[in-house]
């Protein structure tokens, strides 16, 4: 199999390896033990139904019927949302569960956002390649620029341990091999070696492009999770090892 394979099993997988843990939303029952539950405090973020970013916060509030977020620390005010419309959310629990619903806005203010008609949105991808909403800066470089010494400087869209969704100014065409550095708040930088396999024109001069990682360790998968939870908990500190060394 390809190093940039998304999967390393085949396409035929059992029906249990794609089955995921769904989110307990606030009042629902479970047979088994919690998974995918909300929480007071967990960082979700807010995007239009067509994946655009609208905003990030911390839940403050649950009911049976609706969500109440507030800004981050540090955060200036939200984004005015009109009431009614339809938004996704997405973050991570306390077990490093990915939860992925669809809500109505309720109520929004420069300090607040209030959800109603919560539901558990279903994907057929896995704890793995789950994408997580994040805008951070991002520099790409030429695959024989080891050195990093010729940036192109970037916004991250969504990453996960498959990949990430970037835009940037810049041209470049799908299947080219690029090398990625990612810069995640305060955390260390994370580089990786991706191939370009979607190019879309977001808006004029502004590309938008899906890379793919090179297959990533267990060792990997597990450090970057746990650093796209901390970005949910807030926490400032992480050890994660880097790519940037990958044999090809």
Request: aromatic share 8%.
């Amino acid at each position: 199999m390809g190093i940039f394979s998304f999967f390393s099993r085949d396409t035929e997988e059992d029906d249990d390896e794609l089955e995921l843990e769904q989110p307990s939303l606030p009042g629902q029952q479970t047979d088994s033990a919690p998974t995918g539950e909300l929480f007071e405090g967990m960082r979700v973020e807010v995007m239009t139904k067509e994946g655009s970013p609208l905003l990030s916060g911390r839940i403050t509030e649950r009911t049976d019927d609706t969500l109440t977020l507030s800004r981050l620390p540090g955060e200036l005010s939200f984004k005015i949302t009109p009431l009614n419309s339809a938004v996704n959310l997405s973050g991570y629990d306390k077990k490093l569960i990915p939860i992925s619903l669809s809500a109505t806005v309720e109520e929004s203010t420069r300090t607040t956002l209030k959800l109603k008609d919560l539901k558990v949105e279903s994907h057929i991808e896995n704890r793995d390649t789950f994408r997580l909403p994040f805008s951070a800066p991002v520099s790409i470089y030429r695959k024989e620029d080891d050195r990093f010494r010729n940036p192109e400087e970037c916004q991250l869209v969504n990453i996960s341990t498959g990949g990430c969704c970037i835009q940037s100014e810049y041209i470049h065409m799908e299947d080219e091999v690029v090398r990625v550095r990612v810069k995640l708040e305060e955390y260390a930088p994370l580089n990786f070696i991706g191939q370009i396999v979607r190019c879309v024109e977001h808006a004029p001069g502004q590309f938008r492009y899906g890379i793919l990682f090179a297959q990533l360790t267990e060792q990997e998968i597990t450090s970057l999770n746990k650093t796209l939870y901390n970005l949910q908990m807030g926490i400032k500190e992480t050890r994660i090892r880097s790519s940037e060394d990958k044999a090809w």
